[in-house]
T-cell receptor, first 114, second 111 residues
Framework: DAGVIQSPRHEVTEMGQEVTLRCKPISGHNSLFWYRQTMMRGLELLIY????????DSGMPEDRFSAKMPNASFSTLKIQPSEPRDSAVYFC????????????FGDGTRLSIL | DAKTTQPTSMDCAEGRAANLPCNHS???????VYWYRQIHSQGPQYIIHGLKNNETNEMASLIITEDRKSSTLILPHATLRDTAVYYCIVRVQGGSEKLVFGKGTKLTVNP
């Protein structure tokens, strides 16, 4: 079975540019999570969706960040405009509710904002 | 969700059992204990979870004390590929699906 697929794996861009990260969850999973990992703050949840609806976005840092899930098989995390402090590894995870929800993580997108 | 406390780092010899402790003294009755690990440069990987009974799967065993205030993850025959950061997380079932990751334990398996 294909796991959670994230793209791109690496992104380097200049500050002020728009960045879009993409995630394809595991088929049949109905919850999707976006996490960010930095040395300073560790692994923190940004937002999660259940059945394509945002449930908890309390971890989204500020209005520059937005996330969408237009359908059950695709989600995006957008940063506009990007800043150097957004540099981090961004992980997407998915789970199937009702199964005591082990989350399955993708390999992450390593984002560097210059 | 209850807070967890784990040692910062541990070492284990290859082929020996690795026993990773976790303290969750404020755990409530409806909170499960989850274990994840993160191998360098990869996303976290689910290992096992439990409520009050001991659990075993193909990866590890989870021993939860009778008062549920602590638990131990056991990797019965550690290999070099088990070198990773191991996270112990408690979470309410049926509530928010949010996982709160702490700093975890960096396990180094030595040849």
């Amino acid at each position: 079975d294909a796991g959670v697929i994230q793209s791109p794996r690496h992104e380097v861009t200049e500050m002020g540019q728009e960045v879009t990260l993409r995630c394809k969850p595991i088929s049949g999973h109905n919850s999707l999570f976006w996490y960010r990992q930095t040395m300073m703050r560790g692994l923190e949840l940004l937002i999660y969706f259940n059945n394509n609806v945002p449930i908890d976005d309390s971890g989204m840092p500020e209005d520059r960040f937005s996330a969408k899930m237009p359908n059950a098989s695709f989600s995006t995390l957008k940063i506009q405009p990007s800043e150097p402090r957004d540099s981090a590894v961004y992980f997407c995870a998915s789970s199937r509710t009702g199964t005591r929800g082990a989350q399955h993580f993708g390999d992450g997108t390593r984002l560097s904002i210059l | 969700d209850a807070k967890t406390t784990q040692p910062t780092s541990m070492d284990c010899a290859e082929g020996r059992a690795a026993n990773l402790p976790c303290n969750h003294s404020t755990i409530s009755g409806n909170e499960y204990v989850y274990w994840y690990r993160q191998i360098h440069s990869q996303g976290p990987q689910y290992i096992i979870h439990g409520l009050k009974n001991n659990e075993t799967n193909e990866m590890a065993s989870l021993i939860i004390t009778e008062d549920r205030k602590s638990s131990t993850l056991i990797l019965p025959h550690a290999t070099l590929r088990d070198t990773a950061v191991y996270y112990c997380i408690v979470r309410v079932q049926g509530g928010s699906e949010k996982l709160v990751f702490g700093k975890g334990t960096k396990l180094t398996v030595n040849p």
